[in-house]
């Protein structure tokens, strides 16, 4: 009993409940807690971009042969395969349960909001974002996609730097900065619980549960879609990796739990690269590697509900689109999920810069912005554990999940794990597939 009361994830879920209820019981005066959930949350942001760096440049140095550019390959092609499924998907239910269609929007606008996504002129500006100039800049504003690129090619150059000299002195910098800032965020999970308390009380005693009932299609259509993809997601894991799917739901309840009360796949992030080595046997070059790439380019959630908010803002201005303006429609959903910052607030601008884009309806967007911290739990759960469920099949594809840990035969720890131990089974990662 006492252990059972010191697991995390009933701690946060505990938490998250009792939030929701002093919100509701005391009303606006929660709002006076919002500044204890926001430091919590900004106490994990801080670390995620030392985070994420050194995994990827830690991850892409130490390989050898062409391994690396193998798990590239399997990494991306199921990430953009997903993504391309998700986007599909949302079209066909939003044209199914009409999402949008008769819904009676009176919410405003924050004009700022659309002269934000005004600024976006077109995909060619979304992929140039993807680079930047100076990369001290996009790490002050967590510009994640151009830090992952920067550090893609780092840790390129850091390998064939290896390679040619022998010299690991900078990869065990970076591997060694990885497992501090791991620790670091170990401790600020200590108060999660009071945090998510604060989160939610906030929440429920400023908006409450009413704003709710007006976008209840377009939150069941995203609900569905997320559950539809998850079922997805796990018999194609079953059927690639023959690993037995009954023991999912309990291993990836910790993450869940964090995903869904902190509605942010970057704070997420450390716990899901915790639980793909310990839990589920990935090697930690695998988890690093891809888990650090799905931060951003893996969020199939994302792409789900962008493509429905296209199909709601199209349906409740009674606007019929062509078949390549939905396929735009598609594209840029795909690219928005690979350009948005992974935490809590970015959703407005996004569905601005898909109303510019497409010519879609403005006003439409003040309801969706209603109700998106609860649209934030679906998308969240699905690009948290989606991530999972692809390290698994990348892993998988070059023998890297270690059956006896899934099965909890085995423990391993995220600190004990040596990358030297899997420099022989990358180079075998080259007959794979």
Do not use: H
């Amino acid at each position: 009993m006492k252990k059972t009361l010191k697991n995390p994830a009933l701690q946060i879920g505990s938490a998250a409940i009792l939030g929701i209820v002093f919100g509701l019981l005391v009303g606006e005066w929660a709002a006076n807690l919002k500044f204890v959930g926001d430091l919590f949350i900004r106490l994990i942001q801080m670390a995620i971009v030392p985070l994420v760096m050194a995994s990827v440049i830690v991850a892409t140095g130490a390989m050898t042969g062409s391994g690396m550019g193998r798990m590239a390959f399997r990494t991306f092609k199921w990430m953009i395969g997903f993504s391309v499924v998700a986007a599909v998907l949302a079209w066909c239910i939003s044209v199914v349960i009409q999402p949008g269609a008769g819904v009676d929007f009176s919410g405003g606008v924050d004009p700022a909001l659309q002269e934000s996504a005004a600024e976006a002129t077109g995909w060619q500006d979304t992929i140039l974002g993807f680079v930047s100039t100076n990369i001290f800049s996009a790490m002050s504003t967590a510009t994640m996609v151009p830090i992952i690129i920067f550090s893609l090619l780092f840790g390129v150059a850091l390998n064939a730097y290896i390679t040619k000299t022998g010299n690991r002195l900078v990869l065990d910098f970076f591997d060694q900065i990885q497992q501090i800032v791991l620790t670091m965020i170990r401790f600020v999970m200590v108060i999660a619980p009071v945090g998510v308390f604060c989160l939610l009380a906030n929440l429920a005693g400023t908006v409450g549960f009413a704003v709710v009932t007006s976008g209840l299609k377009y939150l069941g259509s995203t609900l569905i879609g997320v559950l539809i993809l998850l079922v997805l997601f796990v018999v194609v894991v079953w059927l690639r990796t023959g690993l037995n799917p009954a023991k999912l739901p309990a291993k990836l309840s910790d993450q869940t739990m964090i995903a869904i009360t902190t509605t942010s796949s970057a704070v997420t992030y450390p716990t899901v690269l915790k639980t793909a080595i310990e839990k589920f046997g990935v090697s930690q070059p695998v988890a690093n590697f891809t888990l650090s790439v799905g931060l951003t380019m893996g969020s199939y959630g994302a792409v789900l509900n962008y493509m429905i908010v296209v199909m709601f803002l199209v349906q409740s201005g009674s606007i019929t689109l062509d078949f390549g303006t939905i396929v735009l429609g598609m594209a840029l959903a795909i690219l928005l999920n690979m350009g948005t910052i992974t935490v809590p607030g970015g959703f407005p601008v996004v569905a601005m810069f898909l109303a510019t884009s497409l010519g879609l309806p403005f006003e439409a967007v003040g309801l969706l912005i209603a109700v998106d911290w609860f649209a934030r739990i679906f998308r969240t759960f699905l690009n948290v554990n989606g991530d999972t469920f692809v390290a698994m099949l990348v892993a998988n594809a070059s023998n890297e999940i270690d059956r006896d840990v899934y099965d909890d035969k085995k423990q391993v720890t995220t600190d004990a794990l040596d990358l030297e131990e899997f420099k022989g089974q990358f180079e075998k990662a080259d007959a794979a597939d």
